[in-house]
């Protein structure tokens, strides 16, 4: 059972590089979500998409963008990475908003920019 | 945006004691979720509430929505050194509205 899965799982940028986080989840689910997590800010949304077709800012979207390819697939994009930007992403899935929010968690990207 | 306060920070206890956490908020949530982290994975989820006074467990595990729906704990008890990793809680004030998570509690048990 893969559920969310992730990659890639580690990634050292150097600043002004680009990269895509990519994310898919086997699980039908309508909802796609990536977070952040800092030390000792517990996660933070950045985007998410309610479903196939719509994405939305959370609480932290600048510096990234989002594609919500199908229903499958929600990937992040660092255009220009900034050390700032050094966190564990999180990309998880919920099977709608409507249906309440019991939230699946991908395993983690840790990336580091320099 | 909104922010749950968790507490404590960390917690390093003895295999075989009891652990208590909370989380707190000024305002109200009508879900209230825990998570743990164990180290290098994403988050699980342990317990979801959704009424308020709500007491659910899940093992050695019990969780609380507080009677004002401001605040949730989490209790475990015979703690044991697979319990060692980070706990969460998160806020839901609506269906459909985003969670918001606390800070994180992180255990670590001594065997």
């Known amino acids: 059972n893969a559920g969310v899965t992730q990659t890639p799982k580690f990634q050292v940028l150097k600043t002004g590089q680009s990269m895509t986080l990519q994310c898919a989840q086997d699980?039908?689910?309508?909802?796609m979500y990536w977070y952040r997590q800092d030390p000792g800010m517990g996660l933070r949304l950045i985007y998410y998409?309610?479903?196939?077709?719509?994405?939305d800012k959370g609480e932290v979207p600048n510096g990234y963008n989002v594609s919500r390819l199908n229903k499958r697939e929600f990937s992040l994009r660092l255009e220009s990475a900034a050390p700032s930007q050094t966190s564990v992403y999180f990309c998880?899935?919920?099977?709608?908003?409507?249906?309440?929010?019991?939230?699946?968690f991908g395993e983690g990207s840790w990336l580091t920019v320099v | 945006g909104q922010q749950l306060n968790q507490s404590p920070q960390s917690m390093f206890i003895q295999e075989g004691e009891d652990v208590s956490m909370n989380c707190t908020s000024s305002?109200?949530?009508?879900?209230w979720l825990w998570y743990k982290q164990d180290p290098g994975e994403g988050p699980v989820l342990l317990i979801a509430?959704?009424?308020?006074?709500e007491l659910t467990s899940n093992g050695r595990l019990t969780a609380q929505f507080g009677i004002t729906r401001k605040d949730s704990f989490l209790n475990i008890s015979a703690s044991i050194p697979s319990d060692v990793g980070i706990y969460f809680c998160?806020?839901?004030?609506?269906?459909?509205?985003?969670?918001?998570f606390g800070g994180g509690t992180r255990l670590m048990v001594k065997p």
């Open positions: 998880a899935s919920s099977p709608g908003q409507a249906s309440g929010n019991t939230i699946y």
């Open positions: 998409s309610a479903s196939e077709g719509t994405t």
């Open positions: 699980m039908n689910h309508n909802s």
């Open positions: 998160a806020g839901q004030r609506t269906a459909g509205n985003m969670l918001t």
């Open positions: 509430l959704y009424k308020a006074g």
């Open positions: 305002s109200i949530f009508n879900t």
